[in-house]
């Protein structure tokens, strides 16, 4: 985007697929227009891998099944309770520091090299795991390892454009995992 943004200046409208696109990278439209005009754009368009991968909840439902899927969520999400969870959240935060600070002194000059991206990515598990389940990420390190597989997979399906009446075709869906 940032190549056709200097190639074609702000905004600027691409296609994707058969469905015209339109790119902004100032954040005041950007606002302006979602703020103002927000019951006028849908989400984007779900391809029917994702779609079946992912299920109809919160992040891809519009209309009235988002409000429902909402409404059920949002007791959960009350300062109060997410007050009650911060103590645990800076505990799983204190322990990622902790095993960094030992992995930082088992070396001669108490310097290591660490891979940030992971050590997050496990951090933001962790956090999940406690809150949501009760449970360490180490404990259900299994189904996020399912879970990033699933998420590779849909990444993978979102290169795939879609072309009109070939949604059904059985060899495209063969370069997603399928046999």
Not at 52 to 81: C, Q, S, Y
Not at 96 to 106: F, H, I, R, T
Not at 156 to 163: A, D, F, G, P
């Amino acid at each position: 985007y940032l190549k056709w943004r200097s190639q074609y200046g702000e905004p600027f409208v691409y296609w994707f697929g058969a469905k015209p696109r339109i790119c902004i990278f100032n954040y005041e439209w950007a606002r302006q227009i979602l703020s103002s005009k927000s019951g006028h754009f849908l989400k984007n368009d779900t391809t029917p891998t994702v779609l079946a991968l992912l299920g109809k909840g919160l992040v891809l439902v519009e209309g009235i099944d988002w409000e429902r899927h909402r409404r059920v969520i949002n007791p959960a999400f009350t300062m109060d309770k997410i007050k009650m969870m911060t103590k645990t959240m800076v505990a799983c935060a204190q322990n990622m520091v902790k095993e960094l600070e030992d992995q930082a002194s088992s070396n001669k000059n108490g310097e290591t090299q660490v891979e940030l991206d992971k050590q997050f990515q496990e951090l933001t598990a962790d956090i999940i795991s406690h809150t949501a389940f009760g449970s360490s990420y180490k404990l259900g390190i299994e189904a996020f390892h399912a879970q990033k597989e699933l998420q590779e997979i849909a990444v993978k399906s979102l290169l795939n454009v879609q072309i009109p009446g070939f949604s059904s075709a059985t060899f495209l869906q063969k370069g997603i995992g399928g046999n």
